[in-house]
């Protein structure tokens, strides 16, 4: 894997919108390949935005669920297919709220199903990805610096706001939530060094996490 973005092929979750198109839109203006947008929408270049030369031509935009292996199966099988090689694979789909357990002024209860959608998403989704994808990056010769095959990226957030902070400052019991997202990204990691070590080629596992002070 080469230590520039120069000549990378890059595959990246919710690059319609957001930090995803952001990272997208960098590795185009640096010299990438191509790169695979995979998103529930369709990569659309907005009136004003600047696209860098031939980045229309580099770019494959696919429509699909983290969550389904089929989508998420034909995608990668796509992006190879169109570049001859995944070098990079950056996780940026992902839902958040922002809620109260529960709210006295309403007496309402959060729903159940926006919190099991929230860990669908960034958690399993983001998994189905990297274990769909990984065998993609075993594919490639090990660059001979860094002495590696690929790189994987993850990202994930979670957000301060009033009702969060109502979570954390009214209910001990409460604070298990976060705990919740926060141990289940770190059984995640543990899986996925547990793949790429149990792989001949080297590969790499970044998590980035960024986390909000109350």
């Not at 229309?56 to 969550?67: A, F, H, P, W």
């Not at 006295?104 to 960034?122: A, H, T």
């Not at 902070?165 to 919740?180: D, G, P, R, T």
Request: aromatic share 12%; net charge positive.
């Amino acid at each position: 894997m080469a230590s520039t973005v120069n000549g990378l092929v890059a595959f990246i979750t919710g690059a319609a919108s957001g930090l995803g198109r952001g990272t997208l839109l960098h590795l185009l203006r640096n010299g990438a390949k191509g790169v695979c947008c995979f998103d529930k929408q369709a990569f659309k270049v907005t009136s004003g935005e600047e696209m860098p030369p031939n980045g229309e031509d580099r770019l494959v935009s696919i429509q699909g669920d983290v969550r389904n292996e089929n989508n998420v199966a034909n995608a990668f099988a796509s992006c190879f297919k169109k570049f001859g090689k995944i070098d990079l694979i950056v996780n940026c789909a992902a839902v958040t709220t922002a809620f109260f357990t529960y709210n006295p002024s309403n007496n309402k209860i959060y729903n159940l199903r926006d919190f099991q959608q929230v860990n669908e998403i960034n958690i399993i989704g983001n998994f189905n990805v990297i274990r769909l994808g990984v065998g993609y990056l075993a594919k490639n010769d090990a660059d001979e610096v860094n002495k590696l095959r690929g790189l994987i990226i993850t990202t994930s957030g979670i957000h301060s706001s009033h009702s969060t902070k109502f979570l954390v400052k009214k209910s001990v019991k409460a604070m298990i939530v976060c705990e919740i997202f926060i141990v289940s990204w770190f059984i995640m990691i543990f899986y996925c060094f547990l793949v790429s070590f149990s792989q001949k080629s080297q590969l790499k596992y970044v998590f980035f996490a960024h986390i909000q002070s109350f």
